[in-house]
């Protein structure tokens, strides 16, 4: 029975500024830039998913499982928030998108059917994508 | 946090002419070939670079995106942007300007300047509906 990826996206919007807790005031404004500055972003969350076909449905993965679960263990921390103060989860983590890819897949990959995650991205703007494949993955 | 490998894509276009000959043929088998792309003409291409790497635990980042600005705009968008790409030194010797053969090229620009071990792909839109995926090699 044939594999397949599913891909699905996802918005929330969030404020954020990068800021590390090891680096000075200073250290923060040259490794930063503007981005040390509180601002935020319509982020995308993309998730991939893979499954086997199944014959019945003609469906290889259950969407709605998914959304909720998205929902649940993601957008619904994230979505209207400060990402670098009101966050628990993401407490003393500089929240660049690399961060934010990681910590997604960390949250949500226990939630879904064993090794059905393949990919997370966070699309910060319209120019800067970040991709998260899990540990195994080079 | 888990030091697994992350990538980080990040966009950079430019508007260049182009035109496909090739001056052994004569002009009847050029427009057999290559049809009305033998007229030099021109594309707002988006070039999509992607480096990867473990994340840095201090900065939180694979790469200071700003750093890999300069990198593409220096070594490819001032290059390419506003260009004949047919005049350009990579195309002048019968190498004709495809998209295929501009990834190429810009590949070989960021190559030296972004290492192996971090660039993972290029991808060049040509126009909204069609774009080339390079990944060296």
């Not at chain 2, 496909?20 to 088998?29: D, G, I, Q, T, V």
């Not at chain 2, 057999?32 to 201090?58: C, K, M, W």
């Amino acid at each position: 029975m044939s594999t397949l990826e599913l891909t699905r996206q996802y918005h929330f919007s969030a404020g954020h500024r990068l800021e590390s807790a090891d680096f000075s005031s200073e250290e923060n404004e040259r490794v930063y830039g503007q981005c040390y500055r509180q601002h935020g972003h319509n982020y995308l969350v993309e998730v991939t998913v893979t499954g086997r076909l199944d014959p019945v449905t003609g469906m290889a993965a259950d969407l709605g499982a998914l959304d909720a679960a998205v929902d649940r263990i993601i957008l619904s921390q994230v979505d209207h928030y400060d990402l670098s103060s009101a966050v628990e989860a993401l407490r003393g983590v500089p929240t660049t998108g690399e961060n934010l890819a990681r910590a997604f897949w960390k949250w949500l990959e226990p939630a879904l059917p064993v090794g059905s995650l393949r990919r997370l991205v966070v699309i910060e703007t319209d120019n800067n994508t970040f991709e998260y494949r899990g540990d195994a993955a080079r | 946090m888990s030091d697994g490998q992350v990538y980080a894509t990040r966009k950079f276009t430019f508007s260049a002419a182009h035109r496909y000959w090739r001056a052994e043929w004569s002009p009847a088998e050029n427009r057999r070939v290559f049809g009305n792309l033998t007229v030099s003409h021109g594309h707002n291409y988006v070039l999509e670079v992607t480096i990867r790497g473990p994340v840095d635990a201090q900065t939180g980042m694979v790469m200071d995106l700003a750093e890999l600005k300069r990198v593409v705009s220096d070594a490819v968008v001032q290059r390419f942007d506003h260009a004949d790409l047919n005049a350009d030194p990579f195309f002048l010797p019968g190498v004709i300007p495809t998209t295929e053969n501009l990834v190429r090229a810009s590949w070989d620009l960021l190559l030296p300047k972004l290492g192996q071990e971090r660039l993972w792909r290029l991808r060049l839109w040509e126009d909204p509906t069609f774009y080339v995926e390079y990944f060296g090699g």
